[in-house]
């Protein structure tokens, strides 16, 4: 999944064209949907990507429901919620989807994910700035352990806790997994890495990458790079 972290519709749509054919999804984040709107969304469908529609919704489950009955209508593939936003609107989330579906303003179900500790929160300011205690990995555990009984498909979590949440809830649970980064790659303001071979050995479903192919001077090229190691 690239991340398509750009200014306005006419950049990503450049840097999408670029990438056609590769079979990834394109990343509509808070960037570019803020500027651009649901019509980039539609735009980039009718250009045949698949969409990850990244949100982050965190309000009162009743906002949420609404939210997310919108962007089922929208026909993206997935979209995410926080973790931390619990239990009620987690399945908030999953009630605004099927109300999209049996009033027939949607035609399939999208994918819901949730992110659980952002991959750019270090261990250190887990527990000293944002308070929660305990090792990292837990938490994020914790997370996807009440997105599963939420009724949720999925996290979003860093490829180094993969392993722990499929085992908490199931090889079937899907894992969204940014903060990839290739050898040598700057790490900017990411904190739990790894390289994308790591990331898929590792179990992972989907890699999630923005700047090492969005900021490098052939995107195309890049993102070839990656792909031809994973499959070497
Ligand atoms: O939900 C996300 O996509 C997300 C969650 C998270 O914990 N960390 C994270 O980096 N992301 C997103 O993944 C992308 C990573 O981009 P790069 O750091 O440029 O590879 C960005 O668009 C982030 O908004």
Redesign the pocket.
Known sequence: ?V???KPDAKAALELADRLQGSGCWM?V???LFYAAGPAIVRELKSRGFRI?L?L?MHDIPNTVRGGARSIARLGVDLF?VHGAGGLSMMRAAMEGVRDALESGDAERAPLV?A???????SQDVLNAEIGIPGALEDAVVRYAKRAHEAGLQGV???PLEVSAIKAACGAGFIT?T????PRGADV???SRITTPRDAVEGGTDYL????????ADSPEKALDHILKELTQ
């Open positions: 999944m991340a398509l972290d990343k984040g808070m960037e990850f990244d982050k995410n994910i992110v659980t500790q952002l991959t750019s929160t979003v979590a860093s969204v940014p903060g990839i980064r900017g303001d990411q999630v990458i923005g700047r090492p192919i969005t900021a």
